[in-house]
């Protein structure tokens, strides 16, 4: 039963302005947690549009399958929107609610949308859900007095309705407080095991906590696909770390591949990228998937071509906000 | 300085956008096609100068209407877009001020809305001055009249709906509202104020006007003449000018409260119903229970999306749709307000001529209740306008929300989302035609009427009236979807609706070719439907199919997700045209063809169609190819036989008939020039030998020689068989078709115009002199036709008449003449009429299950026939006829006819008439009026004023000239006034003097031509009556009385104009009363006489001394509006009255004489012996007519 897969195949997307949205991104997602990581404007939200039948590809191929399965069984997400919605679970990265209707009303009618016509069925799993996403107290309230986290757990359970074979959820943890993320993630975390979970973010602690499988995007490109796991063991003994002061900054930067810098008491922590020790005063620490990013990010590991040597600070100040 | 900035930046912004651009587009076409076509609904002079002040105004008025509709997002965005968009924090927090921020935000609405209304004035600029104007039409260009039409009206209007509009966005929170803002002017500005007008507010209504529709255009319209309409300047003054200041009053203090209760704050969008409902719980927001999560296994539910599904997603779309909109302001307005006040109209328009009318259901239903979709007469045109709005709300709802992406993503198809709505949509339209038939029923037991007839109510608002908005519904759902713009595709949405409204302006006629057009259908009591449903019916089922043809576009152009690019947008089409949706369009398209060919089949093949611009082609054809037979010696008709045969329930009619035409010429006649009618096939034959030479059936002209002269003083029959029936349905109904489709299973109804004419007819030329221009005929001058009487009863000579009529046995035949015989035969009744005195005008004929009245009255057979339901006025209008004969015979001569009819005419119209000597029509509701047992009897009256016609119009015939309205309505209503004031009393004659009075339907008109000239109806209706009355007062009743005697005696065979009259009163006139003669009838003389001060003591002999402080001012008007003043020595009564009893305005005279009167200030005394309680001068307004201040309270001093 954990065979179905997502296959993603040289899909572009050019917007009318001209932004290049997406440069012929190949990827393969199997079932469990995938996450998607990547900076702001870095594509993720047209991928996940697409992938959520709301926007179409200029070209390439989605596939939706049973892997055990003859490929003429599975779906082609790209003509067969109707197909696909039966088993889709989105939660857009922005949503509004009727500010007048309570919970339990709004989620019932979502759940008519979604096929569910029995109103006996409707009413459990309205009810199951409520008290999955732990809003079964408030269920009889207005949306319009929901906070934020309770609105985003709302989107879950609206998500969730179905069953879906296909779960995208576009950065969901933006905006919410520590103690909302941590019992977001929980959720997300027990969903069907024989769903494909996409998640785009980019909150690199998001994809570390919960995902199997990962891909870096950033300008509309896959920089990365890989296990967490995985990819950071390979970046072990590569990672290299100095505190220094401010002004030594732009000395470091262009003596060494910097993939990080972070300020730490006053005194700024760079983070250099090197198979090799750089030098003395560096040394060699235990990376993370953080680092896998910044590596990336920076063309140190995977698929970026065009290497910027030497790094530019402030691109790393600005992913790392 | 901030505002500056922030008013450039919003200036700048929305002239980016395309919604200003397009209502300037919108307002250039509008103004130009207005005025080129003359679309507003003025009654223009037929010489009107296209770039008129009072043009150039009217344009500006009608295109504000339209400019309030589609631009009110201009303020709208404005005042909330940031609100909306959600920048609204950024904004708040920034350190501008709330005066600036608002102020330069409104400035610039308002700088916008000045800019789009500009182009009302281009558009009249380049109707006078582009390629294609007419130049005889164009006067000089006058800068100010523009600038006065763009100033006093545009710009003050843009002020006002700025405000209005502002607030609403502003308040709501959604620049949307701003519509509803609109809505709420455009509400007030017609239907409130009118209905407060007919209240009996009078001019004062006017100030409930926002945006001066009707302030200004009542004022333009009833108080210009002909003349000043071409010329006169267009300036502020008066009642206009107090609306003008009143509501840009209104506007500054709505301005002060809105922002003074303006928060740069959190705003909770939440609509006021649940703020309400949250104030008076007092529930906070919700706050989170943390509570620790336990495992909850969500059970596996079955997913079906079969049909069965979809409908109950269809239906749950629907009934979330319909509350959402239920719950809106506009939604309330609609469901709520809106037939609440339709209880206010009913209950004050259900009246005429002042009296109440019976609300019977069919009445209320086709009078206020329904109206066509094509048709925007009046307030029912706000239902199409929200529906354009509700279309809009509801095809943005989850977009609005932010909800759209989580409902796109659901597996719910597109149908379903469009349908959903459509239905929800149509749940809103259902549940306003439930509240029509409440508003009904509440006015109906307002009124104590207790015959409901729910079913009919049903029937005609959910079987009728619902389909014309379902239909509309349908349209402008799917354009908004094919729009994907909410402003544009409300503006786009208004264009739709304008087109169609306007359509006929445009050139399209044919009801194949606009949105949900149709023949009318109609019900009257007498009549049912009438077989007009079918007709309906089978237009509507082809717009049913253009409307399923629309779904399915609106499905396939059904944004789900991100992409609105129209080329995605047609990719995606492309993706969804499966092989349901084929099917559906083959289907719709299919429907189209085969319904739409069935119409053409019945509109062009079965039945001639003919358009408006063929026909005036055709009627210049006619004058062009005939008219050169216009007075030549034609026989004339002497005597007419009928047997006309009527089978209602077949509805067909034969009638074979013979003329007999005598040479009244003094040379013989060789041809014979016959005009067979319309849409009936006829056969003619002559009793000796002739031969058609010329047969034109389209011109409707042909000509017979004879093979042998008819000699002067000779005669020859003409004999003809006639055959009215109806083929299939024409594009228009019934009005259209002449005399073909009237014969009706109840209330058959048609005229001799089915039977053939002798001789070529200047009645049918071309006479919009207008029309003459374009197509060269010769110029002509035209006139008023003379009101009530059709013109065509000068045309033919009298002749005696003869008809044997017979119809279906349980119904009553009626043809003029009296009732000689009647027998049944065959199943079917005959009635044998005669009318051996030579009689005049229209042949009329009906059959209808009539109740039947007779009753002799100096050997004149007097008839009445009446719908068996409407015989509760009956006795009423036999006291008229009676008193009529009497009085009008003895004062202007003997009623010349043995018979006298007073037929009951199927249709709902009021009003009464006269078709031809010895018959009084009346529509049906005419018969529903209720009139108080005290108080004044319209009926009596009204048929006092038809039989007058006997005399004026019928033995008088006016001639096609000036005045002729004078002779014909200004006599018939002064011998009503003489009738009344010798029968009931100079109380009843005072009652029905403030009867006419009234404002409604003719406001009093000082200028324009004096009454010898005279062609408005106030002169003809109302002043010639005043100045006939004033004149039997002060030269004596008798002696003009027996003027107009003398009148008819002398012009029994040739018509009469005033001047004819006028020789006659000046023979009995003194030369002493010269003076008021002349006065009253040459030139347009008004006396205002104004009693200021009356007081009386008591002398010691016990008499009464009367001083009364008086007022006189004479003044004389042009045509052109300028009033001189005169000097006046007038002998004027004076009056002193006893105390009124109940009910009476003034009590026993106790002394009226006749005063020497000069103008300005002046004191007289007189002498009473009883004591007085009012008095006055011209107590019974015989030279001031209006009514008010003439008489005082006399104050009694010790």
Redesign the interface.
Known sequence: MTAMELQIHGVSKTY?NGVHALKDVTLTIPAGMYGLLGPNGAGKSTLM?IL?????ADSGSVTLGDQSLHSGQALDVL?Q??DV??T?????Q???????VSAETLLD??A???????RA??R??VE??L??V?LW??RK??L????G??RQRF?VA???L??PKLM?VDEPTAGLDP?ERV?FL?LLS?LGENSVVLLSTHIVDDVSELCTRMAIIDRGEILLEAEPLRAVAELRGRIWRRVISKEELPAVAREHAVISTKLLAGRTVVRVYSDTSPGGDFEVVEPDLEDVYFSTMSGRIGHRTQVEAPARPERSRRVMQ | MKLWGIFRFELAYQLRRPWPWLAFAVLVVFSFVSTRVAIVPVTLPQDFILNSPFIITAVTVFSCQIWLLIAPVVAGDAAARDVHTGLYPLVSTSPVSKAEYLGGRFLAAFVLHALILLGVQVGSLLAAHAPGANPDIIGPFRPAAYLAAYGFIALTNAFIATTFQFSAALVSGRPIASYVGSLGLFFLSYPVTFTLYLSGLGQRALLADPIGVMAIMNEMMSNWTIVEKNVRMFTLEGPMLWNRLLWLGISLVTIAVVYLRYRFAHRTATDPLSRLVRRLRGTAPTADSAAARTAVSVPQVRQSLGFATHVRQTLAIARVSFWMIAKTPAGLFLLVAFPMFLVLVLTIESQHWGVPLQPRTGYLLTRFLTSPLTQAADFRVIIPLLIVYFAGELVWRERDTGLSENVDATPAPEWVLFGGKFLGLSLVLVALMAMLTMTGMVVQVMASFHDFQIGLYLRILLGLQLPEYLLFAALALMLHVAVNQKYVGLVVSLVAYFLIIFSSFLGLHHNLLVYSGSPGWSFTDMRGFAGTVGPWLWFKLYWGAWALLLVVVARLLWVRGKESGFGKRLQIARGRFNRATVATAALAAGLILSLGGFVFYNTNVLNEYITDGEMVERRVDYERRYGKYEGIPQPQRTATKLHVEIHPSRRVATIRGSYRLVNRDTVPIDSVHLEPAFYVETRVTFDRPARAVVVDKKLGHSIYVLDEPLQPGDSLTLSFDVKLERHGFRNRGSRESGAGIAILENGTYFTNGALPVIGYRPIRELWSAEDRRKHGLPRQLTLTPPGDIDPTVTADAPATFEAIVSTDADQVAVAPGELRRRWNEGGRRYFHYVSDVPINGMDVFFSANYTVHRERWNGVDVQVFVHPGHTKNLERLLRGARASLDYYSAQFGPYPYRFLQIVEQPGNFLGMGVDGSGVVTSGEGTLLLNPPDDGFDVLFEVIAHEIGHQWWGMQLKPAWAEGGGVISEGLAWYSTMQLVKNVKGREALRRLMSFMREPNPWPPIRTGFPLLRAIDPWANYRKGPYAMHALSEYVGETKVNGALRTLVEKKTSSLATTLDMYRELQAVTPDSLKPLLHDLFEVNTFWTFDTKQASAVQTETGDWQVTFEIEARKVVADSAGKETELPMTEWVELGVFAAAEQGQVLGKPLYVEKHRIRSGRQAITVTVSDKPARGGIDPYNLLDWEEGDNIEAIEVKQ
Do not use: C
């Not at chain 1, 922005?94 to 007048?100: C, I, L, Q, S």
């Open positions: 009318p549009r959520a039948t709301l926007q179409e003509r929107k109707d919605r039966k889709l679970g989105y939660l857009p922005e949503f509004g609610v009727y500010p007048n009618h979502f008519l949308l979604k096929g569910i016509a029995s069925a409707r459990d799993v199951a859900l008290r999955q732990n107290d408030v309230q207005k319009g007095g929901y906070s986290g309770m989107g609206v998500a969730l179905g069953s995208i103690a019992r929980n027990e």
